[in-house]
């Protein structure tokens, strides 16, 4: 790949020069005012076969699309911009660049040699490789000035990566932004939204997300709005009542993860395996379903007349279309309901009867394997897109999760709280990002654990 200049980095530097931004800085969608700045939460679609469901591409969704939310950020000093998906299931920040293999024709790729302030690693371990749920990169660990929303981290540590198996990109997307903590990360460097945390410039150690619902777009290259990302704080307008905020149990954080303690469908209790890491589950805003262990999604759909494994889709299961599937889950707090439409994903061929469900068995249908110290769940979209959910770098971390208000299409009313610790907190006004979001491209993939140890 292209080196950049000359000036070598030392192969895992942190994150440390910050430019000032505005703060707080709220991006909201499609309009400008002279205190906000506007990110558009876009949506591509595109429809697209898929062989094997894993955690990157699933099968299509209702009218054959699938979905992915992105954002804009810039690399450089002379500002090239690029769209990555947000993921708060892994942790590293990275770009295609100019020398990549398996990106698509369409892809906008990252040309480093017209930045004077990027710096490149030397040595053997300045190739790294980060390894997904759904494929892997690969590139050379790189420095320059980033930028998201107003804020800009300078010599923000990222992969320049010259390889990508073509699962992870399509369309526009250039790369993947981690959001998940440092411990995790395959560069060792600080994710830029911790280097904010460090440096002081959000109004509060938070990020939040309201993940909007599309169903039935037709045009095959449109873009639409997808939701709202507030960096550094909460956003008022889109929830309703208390954040919930739960407690992670982590000693030293690595995704985010809450433990799932009660799970029902249909308004019948599914028993959650409990054993090990089975019950932890990652929060994940790459992910567009929800994964879990095989027993207990067996059992969920078990429950639901007519459900049954689906043909030729490892993992998912089908249920008959007419059937409203009324799923709740709980993570030591209030049980909160899924929308039946995020439930179903549409028929499962053409004119079939069947249509596939939106939990299925990750194990089967993605390359993350049971009981090696990953999570046992992956809580992606299906479920984050009923609740305001925010992100909290406190001691300890935690999760929180608010009713969605009727501005943000709120309408299920949470249940009671189940067993387990749990606080609340009011909302707070702060930095608030709203990104774009596309259809195309469904997951980004938890990282795969091996052994305790992050790849």
Partial sequence: MPSGQNTAISPHPRASGFERGRVPLVLVLWIKTPMRVILRLSTLERPRSVPRFDTSI??????????????????????????????????????????????????????????????????????????????????????????????????QIFLAVDQTTSSLLSGSVSGIMGLAFEQIASTQATPFWQALVAGNKLTSPEMSFWLARHRGESDVQSEVSGGVFTLGGTNSTLFTGDIEFLNMSASTPSFWLLELQALTVQNKSVTVTTSGTTALSAIDTGTTLIGGPSADVASLWAQVPGAQQARGQEGLYEFPCTTDVEVTMSFGGKAWPINSQDMNLGPATT?????????????????????????????????????????????????????????????????????????????????????????????????????????
Avoid at 72 to 97: C, E, K, M, Y
Avoid at 362 to 377: H, K, Q, R, V, Y
Wanted: glycine share 12%.
């Fill in 58 to 155: 699933v099968p299509p969704g209702p009218s054959g699309f699938l979905f992915q939310f992105r954002v804009i950020l810039t690399v450089s000093s002379r500002p090239q911009s690029f769209n990555v998906i947000l993921d708060t299931g892994s942790s590293d920040l990275w770009v295609a660049d100019t020398s990549c293999t398996g990106c698509s024709s369409s892809t906008p790729l990252f040309d480093t040699q017209a930045s004077s302030t990027l710096k490149t690693a030397s040595g053997t371990s300045s190739e790294t490789t980060i390894r997904y749920g759904s494929g892997a990169v690969a590139g050379t660990l790189s420095s320059d000035t980033v930028s998201m929303g107003g804020f800009n981290v300078t010599q």
């Fill in 351 to 455: 004119g079939s009867s069947m249509c596939l469900g939106g939990i299925f068995d990750l194990t089967a249908g993605s390359n993350i394997p049971e009981g090696t110290g990953n999570p046992g769940w992956v809580v992606g979209a299906t479920f984050l897109k009923n609740v305001y959910s925010v992100f909290r770098d406190s001691n300890p971390p935690a999760i929180g999760f608010a009713q969605l208000s009727s501005a943000a299409g709120g309408s299920g009313t949470p249940g009671a709280a189940t067993s387990g610790t749990s606080t609340s907190s009011t909302a707070k006004s702060a930095a608030v990002i709203i990104i774009p979001w596309r259809v195309d491209l469904l997951i980004s993939g938890l990282v795969v654990l091996s052994c305790f140890l992050f790849l």
